[in-house]
């Protein structure tokens, strides 16, 4: 049996240590690495003061990592400079935000060639070989230049943005002619495949025909796999003692005021100063119900060497503030901001408690604590969840009260349904909902895309360089 090469920015053995989407994914890429017998590769996260390709060896949890560390510069140009601070901006449409910058674009391109110069030499010929996400764009090819002929399948995490704001990026098209060299490259939503579909066959002279995009003479598949959590786990997770116990405190501390509750990472995609507006909207529009509820935003911070994160905390800080002084009586305030990371079960005992779930990213590739929520909920009494139409997750969860995050009225108008429902429906929904998060879980979502990478054909020997 073939052996699986995982290749992503960073690496994380699942020792049940890690949290968040990097939790989830690690659990499910790990469960394939052993059955696969296979190996995880990418950036230590740390530094050195100069690149060797020194490769640091670790088994942990049945499963081999293999990771490198980067140069300052690396780091600078590649991680928080290209990947962070030009593709994830552009990607998620915001190209007011992204900066090009050619020393980004030469500092992303050397990192993956040192990536692929150091990870080559540990493939064998019968490997199948998966590159995670954004930051490894061009990694297949640089593999392919140094003779790899094996699959070697593409997932792309985030959204794959519309030709003409793709076209912005100044090495747009050769970026995107990196990705023939893969076999597979898989997206959460058919509306990111067909993005990526119209540019090849417009800006590529590609040819697309029963999911396979064809330039000249490669071929690669394209196809659908939208990311799962692993709800079984979840939901049990919401039924272990130490969330119960959170649970109780937090209906304790809500004084049977209804919780709204938002879980994101500090990141201007996930529509926290929409989400903060549209609340305020729904405090002013409904002077009768604004006191029986609250709204709770856990937001811990993340790349904080990026000044445009810099800027969406301060102006968090600011927006609630200044909510809450508009609102706040002696005894509620309206919202409750917090900046921390908490375990898994803190977190599933507070999704738990709370009977409106306000997730309002303005894009987001696929967007888990939309189903972590729903995988926390008492099934005989559950919470409402209102999503943005904007997010992947909303191809999928067609149950829940679909918003545009853009309009303060139209998540006011959400939350007021939310509110109001009549525990039949919200329990129909839910169930319906539940059922597409076990069916179409983590697990799931691995499998299908090294299904269709194990069956894709081996290429022929690539061309000497
Ligand atoms: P993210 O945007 O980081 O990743 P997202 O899907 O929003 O991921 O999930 C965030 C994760 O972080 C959730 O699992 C959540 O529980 C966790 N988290 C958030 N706040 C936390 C806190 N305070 N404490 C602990 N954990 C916290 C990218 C893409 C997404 C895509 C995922 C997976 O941007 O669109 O869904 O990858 O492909």
Known sequence: MSRLIVISNRVSAATGQLSGAQGGLAVALTAALREYRGLWFGWSGELTEEFTGQINFNREAGVTTATVDLEEQDVDEYYNGYANRTLWPLFHYRIDLAEYERDFAGGYQRANERFAHTVQPLIEPDDVVWVQDYHMIPLGLELRKLGCRNRIGFFLHIPWPPRRLLNTLPEARQLVETMF???????HTDEWLQSFREYAVAECRGSYSDGVMAVGDQKVLLIVCPIGIDAKEFTELANSEAARGVCERMQESANGRAM????????????????????ERFLVDNPEERKEVFLLQ????????VESYQRIRAGLEGLSGRINGAHADIDWVPIRYVNQNYPRDVLAGVYRAAKI??????????NLVAKEF????????PGVLILSRFAGAAAQMKQALLVNPHSAEEISDAICTAIS????????????????NLEQDVRWWRQRFTDALMAAPVRERAPAQ
């Open 374 to 381: 729903v995988a926390a909920q008492d099934p005989d009494d």
């Open 357 to 366: 779930g306000l997730v309002t990213p303005l894009r987001d590739g696929m």
């Open 260 to 279: 709204i509750v938002g879980v994101d990472r500090l990141d201007y995609s996930k529509g926290l100063e929409e989400r903060f507006l549209g609340y």
């Open 421 to 436: 429902m009549p525990r039949e429906e919200r329990v129909e929904r839910w169930r319906k909902l539940q059922k597409i």
């Open 298 to 305: 856990i937001a811990p911070p993340s790349r904080d060497a």
């Open 181 to 187: 060299a893969y076999d597979v490259i898989g997206f």
